[in-house]
């Protein structure tokens, strides 16, 4: 294992540098944050060893620069003089794996050390178990709002702390919490999920406590609850903000004792288990308003963040759809490519189902598309009328063998309710960027035209693509593809 040790002082980087290397790691050392940030760029890092405070710097820049660029999944230990529970958390919501106090011995940056070589030797092999796992949908994207996501995972994996996961319906919380405990030292135990708004109060209570033999009609056993199931492992409690307040507060009385007691028992068992949790309602809403409990708030989420609706990672569109396609194309079947006039609708639409939407959505077409190419006619209804001011446009386009990617815009339509009796109208501004679209695929991308058709002057007509975030040179390429 590769190791960095930042201090600058001198005599705590020879202490820790000839201590690791007596454990046989090699060690480099850096007596300040911008040599370490330039040693990072130019040499591979597992551990990094960096002291809080040094110089005029920041206290965390060291730290902020390996989470965010330099090297994401390097583990990285800060060296502190001034230890507290709030400058541990703050080290571990910045991105840190563990903090260690001067003056520390030579036993404790050893198993330091020890213990982070076998975390990443069990995130090795728990990254190998979830590859070859089937069921476990993977998390696919590279906008900058996933990439944040990536680096939450990241930094929070191999922590035990409780983490709440927010965001809309279909957002795939319960896939992140999957692979936040795939890649943790608790991988090899039980992942026990539950959703908290499926079930009636008192059979959700029997679900996660358990019950005695005669707790109550029906009952002619001892039964583990689900905290019990999931010792030693993880326990999501899915949509938790849907919880009654009468069964939050049995809630709250679990986490604070850290034991809970079977309905119709006495006997307490002590937890040993991480608790995640998600939630596609704004808790801290909640909280404000007195529907959630802020003492379960505070409980539940140690470490919480919000993954990102599919309308704020549009550009994640292109590498979803054929990724999906191929997991669901049958493989006696040929592999599927997409034309222009398919691709266009599919980016258009709003997807308010977001990625699990979607993933219904591509399993229909790649089990039910006939030849090798997705056309118009393939997709379901509601995408093709969804878009249907394109469809005069895109039918005048030839069916060629092309994937296209006509434009990308962030979606200025927000997500409706179908069944509302004015679903069906839409925003002046989303039919301004529909028609300024068609233009510009008449025009070949060429802006001049366009605006002489719109009949604005060049200026008007760039702020109109700027404002919609219309890519025009993708335009441009895919008329070239379709000649």
């Given amino acids: 294992m590769q190791i960095l040790v930042v201090d600058d002082d001198r005599a705590i980087r020879d202490l820790v540098r000839s201590t690791l290397r007596e454990e046989g790691f090699d060690v480099t050392v850096a007596a300040d944050g911008e040599t370490a940030i330039e040693m990072g ?4 890092f597992d551990l990094v060893f960096c ?12 730290l902020r620069a390996f989470r965010d660029e330099v090297q994401t999944s390097a583990d990285i230990i800060l060296m502190t003089g001034h230890a507290s529970l709030e400058s541990a958390m703050d080290a571990v919501r910045g991105g840190a794996r563990d903090y260690i106090v001067k003056p520390f011995s030579v036993a404790e940056l050893s198993n330091l050390a020890r213990s982070a070589m076998e975390r990443r030797r069990l995130v090795r092999a728990a990254s190998k178990a979830t590859e070859s796992e089937s069921g476990y949908p993977d998390l696919i994207g590279k906008s900058p709002a996933m990439n944040e996501v990536f680096r939450n995972i990241e930094r929070i ?49 029997r679900e996660l ?38 069964f939050q507060a049995k809630l709250v009385a679990v986490l604070q004792e850290g034991e809970v007691r079977r309905v119709g028992s006495s006997v307490p068992s002590r937890l040993d288990v991480r608790l995640m949790t998600t939630a596609n309602r704004d808790p801290e809403v909640l909280v404000a308003t007195g529907l959630f409990r802020e003492d379960l708030m505070h409980r539940i989420s140690m470490v919480s963040f919000r993954l990102p609706p599919l309308r704020e ?11 999906l396609l191929a997991r669901y194309r049958p493989v006696t079947m040929p592999a599927l490519r997409v034309s222009p006039e398919a691709f266009v609708c599919m980016r258009a639409y709003s997807w308010p189902g977001n990625v699990r939407e979607m993933r219904h959505a591509m399993q229909r077409i790649a089990t039910t598309a006939s030849g090798n190419i997705v056309r118009l006619a393939d997709l379901p209804d509601k995408i093709r009328t969804a878009t249907g001011e394109l469809d005069e446009l895109l039918h005048e386009m030839p069916s060629q063998d092309v994937v296209g990617a006509a434009w990308t815009a962030k979606a200025s339509v927000p997500a409706r309710d179908p069944n509302h009796p004015d679903a069906a109208w839409l925003p002046l501004g989303e039919i301004e960027r529909r028609y300024l679209v ?7 991308g060429n802006k001049k035209r366009a605006a002489e058709i719109l009949g604005v002057d060049r200026k008007t007509l760039s702020r109109m693509v700027e404002r919609h975030t219309i890519n025009v040179g ?10």
Avoid: W
């Avoid at 760029?41 to 591979?44: C, D, G, K, M, S």
């Avoid at 002291?51 to 060291?62: E, I, P, R, Y």
């Avoid at 919490?177 to 009636?200: M, W």
């Avoid at 068609?438 to 070949?444: A, E, M, N």
């Fill in 313 to 323: 990672r549009s550009g994640d569109i292109d590498l979803l759809i054929p990724s």
């Fill in 209 to 246: 406590f358990g019950y005695s033999r005669g707790a109550f009609p029906g009952a002619a056993s001892d039964r583990r609850g689900l905290f019990e199931e999931a010792a030693g492992g993880t326990l999501l409690l899915d949509e938790i903000t849907e919880l009654s307040p009468g």
């Fill in 157 to 205: 994996s191999m922590t035990d702390l409780a983490v709440l996961i927010s965001g809309e319906s279909g957002t795939e919380k319960e896939a992140v919490a999957r692979t936040i405990h795939a890649r943790s030292p608790r991988a090899s135990q039980p992942f026990v999920a539950v959703n908290c708004g499926a079930l009636p109060e008192g059979l959700l209570e």
């Fill in 51 to 62: 002291d809080v405070k040094m110089g005029s710097g920041a206290d965390f820049d060291v």
């Fill in 438 to 444: 068609r233009v510009l695929y008449h025009t070949r």
């Fill in 474 to 483: 993708r335009i441009k390429r895919d008329v070239r593809g379709l000649r």
């Fill in 41 to 44: 760029r130019r040499l591979p």
